[in-house]
């Protein structure tokens, strides 16, 4: 087990709970032979911490008393639900036993990417489900746990979730600076979603960034150009993690019961609503790419 970084005091850890509803599988034996749980956790939780938060802006009024992992046989990846003073994780046994050549690298990923959705905000509930699934990716990413099949695309809509929004992200990290991914979780804290905050970090509409994200990642394709190493209005950009086969053609079938004010061209959606207050309402977010 490689030495923990130390865990800022200031970082609520909550207490963990562990329930395995098939100790005889396969993928339990799997897990327990590669996972330490607790270390786990707690890893997937600083990073979410790290990334989504500073000292400073970590949530205090409210601080999350436990998550509930549960591993169990079961179609698909992971889903996290519940309320805000209850979270679960479902893993599933047949995943890990799917990914067992990379078992854990994948379950830590995996984590991550769950716990991130116990921490991050949701804009009042109404955060593209695609931009929620790209920044629990992100924050995998961030943490060097991204598979290998993971691989930058320019194809599609920047909020096709998950790896694909991911790396945009990323990239938007790189260009406009470290902690920019930080700040538009903090934006979405106490606002509904609107797509200029955007425009608010960076100075462009999210469309424009996408489209000069696209055309960096196509110009990098082609034969003897450095690999994602391009100058853009006069700024030079920084590499960037452009590594990745693509072993498969993943399909993202994320959940996007969260899919509300999309990005879009329409100006009316939501444009600054303010709430006090945040629900305990149950939310439910599936995970069930493939990852593999
Ligand atoms: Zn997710």
């Known amino acids: 087990m490689p030495p923990t970084a130390p ?13 395995v509803e098939d ?6 034996s799997i897990f327990f032979d590669v996972i330490n749980p607790i270390a786990a956790l707690r890893e997937a939780v600083t990073a979410s911490f790290k990334w989504l938060y500073t000292p400073e802006t970590a949530p205090t009024k409210y601080v999350l008393p436990m998550i509930l992992l549960v591993l169990k ?8 639900f519940g309320t805000q003073s209850h979270k679960e994780i479902h ?7 799917n990914s067992k050549n990379r078992a854990r690298e994948e379950i830590i990923g995996v984590l991550v990417h769950e716990v991130v959705h116990c921490y991050q905000y949701d804009a009042l509930e109404t955060c593209p489900g695609g931009l929620i699934e790209g920044i629990a990716d992100f924050v995998r990413l961030h943490e060097g746990l991204e598979p290998p099949h993971w691989k930058r695309v320019h194809t599609g809509e920047w909020d096709a979730g998950y790896q694909t929004t991911a790396y945009f992200l990323d ?23 609107h797509r200029r905050v955007f425009k608010e970090l960076t100075g462009r509409p999210v469309r424009k960034l996408w489209k000069i994200y696209c055309a960096q990642l196509a110009a990098a ?6 690999a994602f190493k391009a100058v853009v209005d006069g700024e030079t950009e920084h ?6 086969e693509d ?7 994320g959940d996007t019961r969260l899919l509300v004010g999309e990005d879009s061209d329409n100006p009316s959606v939501d444009e600054n609503s303010e709430s006090e207050g945040e629900g305990d309402n149950w939310l439910v977010i599936d995970d069930e790419q493939p990852d593999l």
């Not at 800022?8 to 207490?15: A, H, L, N, R, Y």
């Not at 100790?23 to 339990?28: P, S």
């Not at 046989?73 to 889903?79: K, T």
């Not at 394709?221 to 450095?226: D, L, M, R, S």
């Open 247 to 253: 072993l498969d053609n993943t399909t993202v079938e």
């Open 239 to 244: 590499g960037g993690h452009l590594v990745g």
């Open 221 to 226: 394709e082609v034969p003897g150009k450095p």
């Open 73 to 80: 046989p079961m179609e698909g990846v992971a889903h996290t």
């Open 171 to 193: 990239w938007i990290e790189i260009r406009y600076g470290e902690g920019t991914i930080r700040e538009l979780n903090g934006w979405m804290k106490e606002r509904k979603y």
């Open 23 to 28: 100790l005889g599988h396969e993928g339990a």
């Open 7 to 19: 865990i800022p005091p200031s970082w609520p850890i909550p207490k963990f709970d562990l329930r």
């Open 91 to 97: 893993f599933s046994l047949d995943h890990i036993v």
